[in-house]
Nanobody
Framework: QLVESGGGLVQAGGSLRLSCTASGITFRNYAMGWFRQAPGKEREFVVRVNWGGDWKNYADSVKGRFTISRDNAKNTVYLQMNSLKPEDTAVYYC?????????????????WGQGTQVTVSS
């Protein structure tokens, strides 16, 4: 099970930190990813981190503004979002992939959180 928290309403230029805590899995055996889905749009890849936390891959749209990290001792992955823009408004999902690096494809993830809403006002 994955449980996200930390979403909310923020003004453009502001910051939010999302958390996703896993239970029932051996967390360090999974790559972790964040995806998002805006109203009327398909779910899109945001960022992923490998099992060890030392390799990360960002979508171009968030590069330089978002930072992913993980704490395997706490079974938790984080998404620090800075310089938020209205186009970042979406439901954000964390996901776990049973592989070293995961991928940008949602089909490669077999465990998903319930999602947390992020709304950025202009």
């Amino acid at each position: 099970q994955l449980v996200e928290s930390g979403g909310g309403l923020v003004q453009a230029g502001g910051s939010l930190r999302l958390s996703c805590t896993a239970s029932g899995i051996t967390f360090r055996n999974y790559a972790m990813g964040w995806f998002r889905q805006a109203p009327g749009k398909e779910r899109e890849f945001v960022v992923r981190v490998n099992w060890g936390g030392d390799w990360k891959n960002y979508a171009d749209s968030v590069k330089g503004r978002f930072t992913i990290s993980r704490d395997n001792a706490k079974n938790t992955v984080y998404l620090q979002m800075n310089s938020l823009k209205p186009e970042d408004t979406a439901v954000y999902y964390c996901a776990a992939a049973p592989s070293l690096f995961g991928s940008a494809r949602s089909d490669d993830y077999n465990l998903w959180g319930q999602g947390t809403q992020v709304t950025v006002s202009s």
